[in-house]
């Protein structure tokens, strides 16, 4: 099974970027449709984006679309998130997340990182 770990978060002032890279391993990640999630305090957990196996579909939040963009490099195994414009409600743990399903549901996603935090200041 592929594994995934995420990085990039940190502290941003709003109106700032950041980009979060999500690194997999094994030798399947071609074979997964990927997706970044957040979830701030108190919240349920968020579909942020997600991006196909060939990285030639993406799809994005309405809350977000315009602002984040999902890219991936099969042949390192990496996934990304370019965040833009970021606004102190993009605050929140964000994760990549794996599933071999063609055009998911967020509830189909079955491998998870352990999540990296982006805070955003006003």
């Known amino acids: 099974q592929v594994q995934l770990v995420e990085s990039g978060g940190g502290l941003v002032q709003a109106g700032g970027s950041l980009r979060l890279s999500c690194t997999a391993s094994g030798r399947t990640f071609s074979s997964y449709t990927m997706g970044w999630f957040r979830q701030a305090p108190g919240t349920d957990r968020e579909f942020v984006a997600r991006i196909s196996r060939s990285g030639e579909y993406t799809i994005a939040a309405d809350s977000v679309r315009g602002r984040f963009t999902a890219s991936r490099d099969n042949a390192k195994n990496m996934v990304y998130l370019q965040m833009n414009s970021l606004k102190p409600e993009d605050t929140a743990v964000y994760y990549c997340?794996?599933?071999?399903?063609?055009?998911?549901?967020?509830?189909?996603?079955?491998?998870w990182g352990q999540g990296t935090q982006v805070t955003v200041s006003s």
């Open positions: 997340a794996a599933t071999p399903v063609l055009a998911p549901r967020p509830a189909e996603y079955d491998l």
